[in-house]
């Protein structure tokens, strides 16, 4: 049983698009986040969702729209994309916002490839 | 604001040797402190965490972790290296409140037959 889920794995597309990267855990957590992973493999959070609420906004371009419809899902929308957009996206999951010691739970990323 | 240096971006061992890693943290206050693994194509995947208990923390595959606060370091261990320990490795650090992980940038581990 895959604990949390995205997809697609792999997706390449144009500049100037509109896409959307979904993301699924059934862990039962309450705190859902989207991270960028760049060349040099550097991870920065982007977002993060309690219960449908956004409680981490980094600095990130509007471009970039979160929505999370339950707190199972945490979906990645990107409007106009650029070419610096490339990069690996994971998202992740953990228990309770509260508790900083939970362990937060990966998925397998989803490459980004912006032409 | 917090911070996590990795020292050497690129470490490499002979199968059997240690293996050691190296992590420093700048935080104005008492962090928690995160070992991520990441194999090739592959998501993060937790080693140990230490969380203000035991200062030297065991972790999975034969990994562990000694927390140094006049150091402010956190240095992963491991007696003897095995080719599947070929990875990424990632320390990670959190402030005690919030759940905000900031990442290192990251050390790339080499395993020599």
């Known amino acids: 049983d895959t604990a949390v889920s995205q997809t697609p794995k792999y997706l390449v597309t144009q500049m100037g698009n509109d896409k959307s990267i979904k993301c699924e855990q059934n862990?039962?957590?309450?705190?859902m986040y989207w991270y960028k992973q760049d060349s040099k493999k550097f991870l920065k959070i982007m977002f993060s969702y309690n219960n449908k609420e956004l409680i981490i906004n980094e600095t990130v371009p509007n471009r970039f729209s979160p929505k999370s419809p339950d707190k199972a899902h945490l979906n990645l929308h990107i409007n106009s994309l650029e070419l610096g957009d490339s990069a690996v996206y994971f998202c992740a999951s953990s228990p309770m916002t509260s508790s900083s010691t939970d362990t937060q739970y990966f998925g397998p990323g989803t490459r980004l490839t912006v032409l | 604001a917090q911070s996590v240096t990795q020292l050497g971006s690129h470490v490499s061992v002979s199968e059997g040797a240690l293996v050691l890693l190296r992590c420093n943290y700048s935080?104005?206050?008492?962090?928690?402190l995160f070992w991520y693994v990441q194999y090739p194509n592959q998501g993060l995947q937790l080693l140990l965490k230490y969380t203000s208990a035991a200062t030297l923390v065991k972790g999975i595959n034969g990994f562990e972790a000694e927390f140094k606060k006049s150091e402010t370091s956190f240095h992963l261990t491991k007696p003897s290296a095995h080719m599947s320990d070929a990875a990424e490795y990632f320390c990670a650090v959190k402030k005690a409140a919030g759940n905000k992980l900031t990442f290192g940038g990251g050390t790339r581990v080499l395993v020599k037959p």
């Open positions: 862990l039962g957590h309450d705190t």
């Open positions: 935080s104005s206050v008492p962090p928690y």
